[in-house]
């Protein structure tokens, strides 16, 4: 079952420090671009996830083309995309060896939350970050390092 109590949510976001989000736009009228943001300005380490501006830059991160190509540790992938297509992104996710996936506002999944679940990952759907971290008053983190 996706987490749902404030508690667990905290504790989560508490214990994540790198985060891959898949969908990051380049584009500043796009959510996902402000949400790096914010999540960067918290701490986290952000790693930029999208097919269509591999290669480019997003915060000054390097934008990979999917979850496989990042070749580093993930504790968290935030998903950006349409709920049908947020179960491809979980199956990276469990393959990547993430330890959690959060699926943004509106983007919910049952399916792709029952196997992450069935993997041994934390789930949250239909939430966002950004909202939750001054909401639950998470303190900021130490960079990554």
Not at 74 to 85: C, L, T
Not at 115 to 129: F, I, N, S, T
Not at 134 to 140: D, S
Request: aromatic share 4%; charged share 25%.
């Amino acid at each position: 079952m996706p987490l749902t109590r404030d508690e667990a949510i905290k504790t989560l976001l508490e214990g994540v420090r790198t985060i891959a989000l898949v969908g990051a736009s380049d584009r500043p009228d796009r959510p996902s671009y402000r949400v790096m943001k914010a999540l960067q300005d918290h701490g986290y380490r952000v790693i930029p996830v999208n097919p269509q501006i591999t290669g480019e830059h997003v915060h000054g991160e390097f934008v990979f083309r999917d979850l496989g190509q990042i070749g580093e540790p993930i504790d968290m992938v935030d998903i950006f995309r349409r709920s049908e297509a947020a179960g491809e992104v979980v199956d990276e996710a469990i393959a990547a060896g993430a330890k959690a996936v959060w699926m943004q506002l509106g983007v919910i999944n049952q399916d792709a939350a029952a196997r992450a679940e069935a993997a041994g990952l934390k789930v949250v759907m239909d939430h966002c970050p950004a909202i939750e971290i001054p909401r639950l008053r998470i303190a900021r983190i130490a960079a990554a390092g």
